[in-house]
């Protein structure tokens, strides 16, 4: 398949902001590719060369990157710069650059998706001592074959640029619309996406095998499952409400959520984001390996940093010295963990996904073998609200969050990646009028002034709006961030810039910055109020108004473990705003006598 198809494509995906015809030229892509490089394509619309689980990091450098095409185009790299400052976009700067170059040159020959795919995955494969120069060579052997469009492709895919905007949840719609029979299979597609996280396998088999394919997707050992998800309520009697009667009361522990995998002696354990995080729990790796009686396994528990003398649970803080390349090993004598299972996947050849949740809790009981650092999450079948209440604060003193409330009905499934009535979260910040903290994902910022120049001065926040995978703007958030944070993030914001609003950002403000929607913080808002600035659920409660959070204080936590996609949702703003109006209409001071 020649590059250019995809370039092409590309060129009119970036031309369009509306989702739908963004989703029809993704259509047209899938169907112009050949199977054999499905998977590829794929990939490499998201600007990936694998699965994100895989753990292979495409970007170089953009010095890196100026310096190959430097060499390609015979510009120097000062040209190159200051063509750079005027556009900001290192992927126009070089079709510009080489577009000059082409009337002296000749394309020696066509690149293929094959060869681009081969040599980029040789590039981020490279590394040890002169890496830099093969990587160099390689791009700068790409280039020269390119046009002057391909470059421009390639250049952003290999600096982790790509900006097309196209999320997980619009291939999964370009697939079914385009290989499974129309937009209704998207449903089965999405299963299999959500058992696997691997797009790309779902697209070979979808290609391969169509429908029938899909119906017979298979959980795999060292593919992380997409985590479900908990809906939440601010009390016992809605939660038993919801359920019918009865549920399972879990203790909620407050530390980082893993799913290990374990198969022929190995264990893999990936984050709630589905990361690689073996290497920063090696002694979570040994327990997986040593107390569960079974050959394989997925489970999912939390990983709870312990003060092993006295048996107490630490603060989630505690882990973020896990989250270190060097010097594990004394992190793991000063800040040692227990496991605290609560849900089991997969063992030994059997896929438990859609069986109902207490046999899944059978087996899981079934295999561990208990130790005081692999203890299966503490829970309770409760029938009444004071059962669930008592419950509940006995979580507290024990140094948890909360619950995790479950349904033990037939349908009692594990929904992979998505947040359902299936299970409700039931924290103590609930109970606290008005101070829920919310995941927003950071979209924008405006300039800081005074003392702030040269930093941001506050940063345009929103939630992620699940129905239209979009995220929309809830507030503006300057306080509760120290010298140090606002430092850091100023930094860290650096690469995500881009010059105008994502097309999936849905904002009536106008930003001094827009930034690719990637970094989550948590925040505390003091209430939810209707608003007509911010998008936010937008006319779900009364017409032309949004919500927004107001007084948001950032709370000093930096959720790395959330992507974008799992930040609080708009939904769940208006299920807070709701709670929070029942709230007030029902305390005291405003009831009438
Ligand atoms: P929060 O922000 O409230 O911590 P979240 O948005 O990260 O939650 P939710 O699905 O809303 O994710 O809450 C569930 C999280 O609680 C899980 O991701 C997991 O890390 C943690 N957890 C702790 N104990 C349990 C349990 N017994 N069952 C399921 N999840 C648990």
Redesign the pocket.
């Known amino acids: 398949m020649d590059y250019s198809v995809i370039a092409d494509a590309y060129e009119k995906i970036e031309a369009t902001t509306k989702r739908l015809e963004m989703t029809d030229l993704l259509v047209d892509l899938l169907k112009k590719t050949p199977k054999d490089v499905m998977a590829k394509v794929v990939y490499l619309t998201q600007g990936k060369l694998y699965p994100d689980f895989m753990g292979v990091e495409m970007g170089i450098a953009e010095k890196l990157a100026i310096k190959a095409l430097s060499r390609a185009s015979g510009q120097s790299e000062t040209l190159i710069l200051s063509e750079l400052q005027k556009n900001g976009d290192i992927g126009q700067t070089s079709e510009k650059l080489l577009a000059k170059r082409k009337q002296s040159t000749f394309f020696s020959r066509k690149l293929t998706v094959e060869h681009v795919y081969e040599t980029l995955d040789k590039m981020a494969k490279t590394s040890g001592s002169g890496a830099v120069d093969t990587k160099m060579a390689l791009l700068c052997s790409l280039l020269t074959d390119a046009s002057p469009n391909e470059a421009k492709w390639i250049i952003r895919t290999v600096t982790a640029n790509l900006r097309l905007g196209i999320a997980d949840m619009t291939v999964l719609d370009a697939l079914a619309i385009a290989y499974g029979g129309g937009k209704e299979s998207r449903e089965l597609v999405e299963r299999a996406y959500s058992i696997s996280s691997d797009l790309g396998r779902v697209a070979d088999v979808v290609v391969e095998k169509g429908l029938d394919g899909i119906k017979e997707f298979q959980v795999v050992v060292f593919e992380p499952i997409r ?4 809906e ?1 309520l601010a009390s016992p009697e809605e939660i038993l409400e919801k359920f019918g009667g009865k549920c399972i009361a ?8 893993v799913q290990a995998h374990k198969k022929d002696g190995k264990v893999v354990l990936f984050s ?1 984001r589905l990361e690689n995080i073996s290497s920063q729990y090696p002694d979570a790796v040994e327990l997986v390996k040593e107390k569960f009686d079974a050959k394989e396994v997925i489970l ?1 528990a ?1 990983c709870v940093a312990m003060d092993l003398e006295t048996g107490d649970m630490r603060p989630f803080q505690e882990l973020m010295h896990r989250r270190r390349k060097y010097g594990i090993e004394a992190a793991i004598d000063q800040y040692p963990i227990s496991l ?1 299972p ?2 089991l996947l997969y063992v030994d050849g059997k896929d438990l996904t859609l069986e109902p949740l207490p046999q899944r809790r059978k087996e899981l009981e079934r295999i561990i073998k208990k130790t005081d650092r692999v203890t299966p ?1 503490t ?1 309770k079948l409760v029938k009444s609200p004071k059962e669930l209440e008592d419950f509940f604060e006995e979580a507290i003193a024990e140094g ?2 909360g619950l ?1 409330c ?1 349904s033990v009905g037939k349908d009692s499934v594990y929904q992979a990646g998505s ?1 359902g009535w299936l ?1 409700i ?1 039931y ?1 103590r910040d609930y109970k606290s009028e008005m101070t829920d ?1 919310v ?1 927003l994902v950071v979209v924008g910022a405006f300039h800081g002034r005074g003392k702030r120049v040269g930093t941001y001065g506050a940063l345009l926040l929103a939630t992620y709006n699940d129905k239209t995978d979009t995220f929309e703007t809830v507030t503006k958030c300057g306080t509760g961030f120290t010298d140090k944070d606002l430092a850091t993030l100023h930094e860290t914001l650096q690469k995500h810039i881009i010059p105008k609003k994502n097309s999936r950002v849905v904002s009536l403000m106008q930003a001094d910055v827009w930034f690719e929607p990637s970094l989550v913080l948590e925040i505390l808002g003091a209430e939810i109020t209707l608003s007509p600035i911010h998008p936010c659920a937008m006319d779900s409660i009364r017409k032309g108004a949004g919500l927004a959070i107001r007084f948001p204080r950032f709370t000093g936590k930096y ?1 790395t ?2 992507s974008p996609e ?1 930040a ?1 949702t708009s939904k769940e703003i208006v299920e807070m705003y709701r709670g929070q109006l029942k709230k007030i209409s029902e305390s005291p001071a405003t009831q009438k006598g």
């Open positions: 985590p479900m998800l908990a939440r879990e203790y909620k522990y407050d530390g980082e959520r709630r999912e939390e605290f609560f849900d999450a829970h948890c969050e995790m479950k947040r299970w979260k924290k903290t995941d959720r473990d959330k799992d609080t």
